[in-house]
């Protein structure tokens, strides 16, 4: 049983920004692939980013295209940690940020299905 536990979420004004992190209690994390999805009131969850391994000491990034370019996705195995560095933030931005984990593969990464563990999310809030 693997737990997540996201923290970093809050209210900012637009064009702030905001460092999500989500902790995992398993040592073999580096192997995982993580993702971040957010769901906003009477949305469905959705993806946003998410981080692969490649096999080797590689690692591959994933993002929607709502926020290329301001989102960035990352890893500290070390401290069996991702991130969500969020820039340029905007007020369609607020939602609750969840990360999930997978432990055995990559191909259905953008798919809310995919993940077998989820945290229990963090709320982002953006004001204009």
């Known amino acids: 049983q693997v737990q997540l536990v996201e923290s970093g979420g809050g209210l900012v004004q637009a064009g702030g920004s905001l460092r999500l992190s989500c902790a995992a209690s398993e040592r073999t994390f580096s192997r995982y692939t993580m993702g971040w999805f957010r769901q906003a009131p009477g949305k469905e969850r959705e993806f946003v980013a998410a981080?692969?391994?490649?096999?080797?000491?590689?690692?591959?990034?994933d993002y929607a295209d709502s926020v290329k370019g301001r989102f960035t996705i990352s890893r500290d195995n070390a401290k069996n940690t991702v991130y969500l560095q969020m820039n340029s933030l905007k007020p369609e931005d607020t939602a609750v940020y969840y990360c999930?984990?997978?432990?055995?593969?990559?191909?259905?990464?953008?798919?809310?299905?995919?993940?077998?563990?989820w945290g229990q999310g963090t709320q982002v809030t953006v004001s204009s």
């Open positions: 981080t692969r391994w490649s096999g080797v000491n590689i690692y591959y990034a």
């Open positions: 999930g984990a997978n432990l055995y593969g990559s191909s259905g990464r953008i798919d809310v299905r995919f993940y077998d563990y």
